[in-house]
């Protein structure tokens, strides 16, 4: 960025719009019907996903993103505890498991808008695809106009698409009692609650933690709050009330319409909608819900595709990794990193719709995607206790009750729930019949995703840092 590039005011998120970022990245109605498969015991489930996941992480990242506000999100706060390997680290594992997430949630975004048209279009290969990298180089485009452009999209898209969709869900689940309409589920009891845990639902307790993956999100944003020390708090605490109470109502509202066996049959959320709203008698809304879930869909996606870029932009400017990836336009937005994110993504979806052969290898993929974001969760925790004990003196406006007790009881669940998580994931699904086979395979996968920082570091060049340029960018 050159010297003589307009200045931008950054600080324009409120606490509304801080919490929308969290909200956008976290709640997701595709993930309704899977959880609503369990009955009562989903609220279990989620239960176990908020003590040991959206609590700590909800805390830790209040903490460390006021203490630490310089922005970076994940970086800054590792980087503190760890330095630069490990902040680098844990950033890169947030970056590239999104390389591989992209398509899964982009295909979804496709097949939904399918279901809006006609049905048939998500069994096109060629519909899907095209589909797929409009709404990919679409969100693209909205993040390089920079964090204004951003946050106004995510502020209407994440009501339009994620939170009114799951009111209503809510509202007609209400409805369904009142009418005194035949609930599915058994008569509930304290004792349907408990999840059943033994070693065909083990594997699911990585989904169930990594469902509220990214209430981070918004601490890539910290600098561009007017005051992070009171307002990243805040929005903490209101999108993890939103998020916990739209998924948990939702679930129960599609659990006790939908038998089990409907839900198992379900090839997508559209079905379990359909089948949602043909029996309240509102089929004529299928399809404008259709549209508005593809809105939530691309927003989920936008939160994910700045957020860590905003934060490989960072580590770039500071001299880590070549000049090409510190390319940022006037808007201040990362367009280098934005551009070489698009163009690998846009290969792997290639691969995911023309070459279902590939299946077996992307199911390794996705399990790598876990792992990373584990790898992620463990530095972060690990760093919110530390710092308790290596900078004691840096203010925290926001600081976790209970001292050094409040601190390894936050961060001990958190790094309990991850780590638990990381080994779980590693477990295979039936279809494999070699278990050495899949956990090498995740495992070295897994290893040269996030091992490149250490390459960037270790071949690192003084050229590189902006102090050797003049203080600027070509």
């Not at 209400?174 to 008569?187: D, K, N, R």
């Amino acid at each position: 960025m050159s010297d003589d590039a307009p200045v931008v005011n950054k600080k324009v998120l409120g606490v509304f719009a801080l919490a929308m970022i969290n909200v956008a990245a976290v709640l997701s109605i595709r993930n309704f019907p899977s959880m609503a498969i369990y009955g009562w015991s989903c609220i279990g489930w989620y239960i176990l996903g908020t003590i040991l996941f959206l609590i700590p992480i909800s805390l830790a990242g209040a903490e460390l993103a006021t203490g630490w506000p310089e922005g970076g999100g994940v970086y800054a706060w590792v980087k503190q505890a760890f330095g630069e390997k490990g902040g680098f680290t844990a950033l890169f594992c947030e970056w590239s498991n999104n390389l591989v997430w992209f398509p899964t949630v982009l295909s979804f975004t496709a097949s939904t808008l399918a279901f809006a048209l006609t049905p048939n279009l998500a069994s096109n290969p060629w519909f899907m695809f095209s589909v797929m990298m409009i709404v990919f180089w679409g969100t693209t485009a909205i993040a390089y106009f920079g964090e204004e452009a951003s946050a106004k999209f995510s502020n209407v898209g994440v009501i339009l698409g994620s939170i009114v969709p799951s009111l209503l869900i809510i509202i007609l689940g209400l409805w369904w009692l009142g009418s005194g309409q035949a609930i599915v589920l058994p008569h509930f009891s304290f004792g349907q609650v408990v999840p059943t845990i033994n070693l065909s639902t083990l594997p699911f307790f990585a989904t169930v933690v990594l469902l509220f993956a990214g209430m981070e999100m918004a601490g890539f944003h910290a600098l561009e709050t007017r005051n992070p020390q009171r307002d990243y708090p805040k929005a903490m605490a209101l999108s993890a009330v939103i998020i916990v109470i739209c998924t948990v109502l939702a679930t129960l509202a599609i659990a006790i319409v939908i038998p089990a066996s409907q839900l198992n049959l379900a090839s997508g959320v559209m079905q379990a909608i359909q089948y949602f709203f043909d029996a309240s008698g509102i089929a004529w809304l299928v399809g404008p819900m259709a549209l508005l879930i593809t809105l939530g869909g691309v927003v989920n996606l936008a939160s994910w595709l700045i957020g860590p870029a905003k934060g490989l932009g960072i580590v770039a400017e500071e001299g880590n990794m070549p000049p090409i990836f510190d390319r940022t336009n006037k808007y201040g937005a990362p367009v280098a990193v934005l551009v070489i994110q698009a163009l690998i993504g846009s290969v792997v979806s290639l691969l995911y719709v023309f070459l279902p052969s590939v299946n077996q290898a992307y199911w390794i993929l996705s399990a790598m995607t876990v792992e990373l974001l584990c790898i992620v969760y463990i530095l972060v925790f690990a760093a919110l206790i530390k710092l308790r004990y290596s900078q004691p003196d840096t203010p925290r406006p926001f600081k976790i009750p209970g001292g050094k007790t409040g601190i390894w009881i936050v961060g001990g669940l958190g790094l309990f729930g991850t780590t638990f998580a990381f080994i779980v994931g590693l477990m295979p699904p039936s279809f494999f019949t070699s278990w050495v086979t899949y956990v090498s395979a995740v495992l070295l996968g897994t290893f040269l995703l996030a091992v490149p920082p250490l390459v960037f570091l270790k071949f690192k060049h003084p050229g590189w840092s902006k102090k050797t340029q003049g203080g600027s960018n070509p």
